[in-house]
């Protein structure tokens, strides 16, 4: 059964940090070198952020962005979800931090954890609110600095993973442009193959904690790359079949951008041209709750997305949570 909702996507906007962090400079760090790293997860290149640039900031900045290129006033917007893991604090909110910044006074909000399907879930959730019509104007933001918790003594993680955020500014649609559809799903046995173990309540911020290394991304990446290429796959088709479309209707896939080859395996499993994927992985790493945004934005850059075009947002990460949203872009 299909899900529509009478909400549209109607601005986007992203921002990256400016330092940049090639595989060169990982050969520094870790034993390993550009050509594992580019055939391994086709990142070339990845945003970090410096000392105090935390999340909020990437956010407020994307959130700014929207605003100028909506022109909306911040006065307007009725509601803020912030995907995040990386958050600045654990309270408050960063959605709270960024309705300051930006002076939304009116709008309430929220954080949502979902890790790499934390935007394709607050696109989601608040979509429903102006799809109530209980809201007009609300902005989703996916806002990650994934290099604030990574490992740099652990190879296998420390190169994937880049910073960035991106908003979007949601309204209400008429018939048959928006979100069509969505379904996330969450499998909570794959909890322990990708996940931060420290300095929550389980195990508080101590001595111990930080000498065993707790408090960075630990992850069996082969677990995670074999359920991501089988749910990214699976629940694209679904989505695709079960509204009574086919391959062909598809205007642009937007993937999760987590490594090239788990994008490639999906792109195989439609039987999609690169025409008609997203792909901005080599630039950015995988940037989290920031790729689908950040993926948008690009893709409107390159005058790939347009008016009436079908398009596929899917998504993967710890969880382990999975979603996908069809829409009409408006
Ligand atoms: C992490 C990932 C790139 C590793 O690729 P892989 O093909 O699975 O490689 P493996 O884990 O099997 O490791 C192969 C070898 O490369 C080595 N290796 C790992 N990272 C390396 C690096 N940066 N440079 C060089 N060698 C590396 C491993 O140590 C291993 O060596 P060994 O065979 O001597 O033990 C891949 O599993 C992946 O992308 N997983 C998904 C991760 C992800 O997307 N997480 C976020 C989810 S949203």
Request: aromatic share 6%; hydrophobic share 40%.
């Amino acid at each position: 059964m299909s899900h529509r909702i009478a909400a549209k996507i109607t601005g986007v906007s992203g921002y990256v940090p400016p330092k940049v962090m090639t595989n060169a400079d990982f050969e520094k760090i870790v034993e390993t070198s550009d050509e594992w790293i580019r055939t391994r997860t086709g990142i070339r290149e990845r945003h970090v952020v410096e000392k105090g640039m935390a999340s909020s900031h990437l956010a407020t900045e994307a959130a700014k962005a929207l605003l100028a290129q909506t022109k909306t006033e911040a006065a307007e917007i009725d509601m803020i979800i912030v995907a995040s893991v990386t958050p600045d604090m654990f309270f408050p909110a960063t959605a709270c931090l960024v309705q300051c910044r930006i002076g939304a006074k009116k709008a309430w909000g929220f954080d949502l954890s979902a890790a790499c399907s934390g935007f394709s879930y607050a696109l989601t959730v608040g979509a429903q609110f102006v799809g109530a019509g209980t809201h007009k104007k609300v902005m989703v933001i996916g806002s990650d600095t994934m290099t604030t918790i990574l490992d740099y003594k652990d190879r296998a993680t420390c190169v994937l993973f880049g910073d960035g955020a991106g908003a979007v500014l949601l309204e209400s649609a008429g018939a048959n442009e928006g979100i069509l559809d969505f379904e996330h799903d969450v499998d909570g046995s794959g909890g322990e193959f990708l996940y931060m173990p420290g300095g929550g309540s389980l195990h508080p911020s101590s001595k111990e904690t930080v000498e065993k290394r707790m408090h960075y991304v630990h992850q069996e990446g082969s677990q995670v790359f074999k359920y991501a290429v089988r749910r990214m796959a699976e629940l694209s088709v679904r989505l695709i079949e079960r509204n009574g479309f086919t391959k062909d209707d598809l205007a642009l896939l937007v993937p999760h951008q987590a490594n090239l080859r788990i994008i490639r395996a999906t792109q195989e499993r439609l039987g999609l041209d690169d025409s008609k994927v997203m792909v901005n992985i080599d630039k950015y790493g995988n940037t989290t709750a920031g790729t689908i945004p950040l993926g948008l934005r690009d893709a409107i850059q390159q005058g790939r997305l347009r008016k009436g075009d079908l398009v596929l947002i899917v998504t993967v990460g710890a969880g382990y949570t999975t979603g996908g949203v069809l829409l009409r872009w408006a």
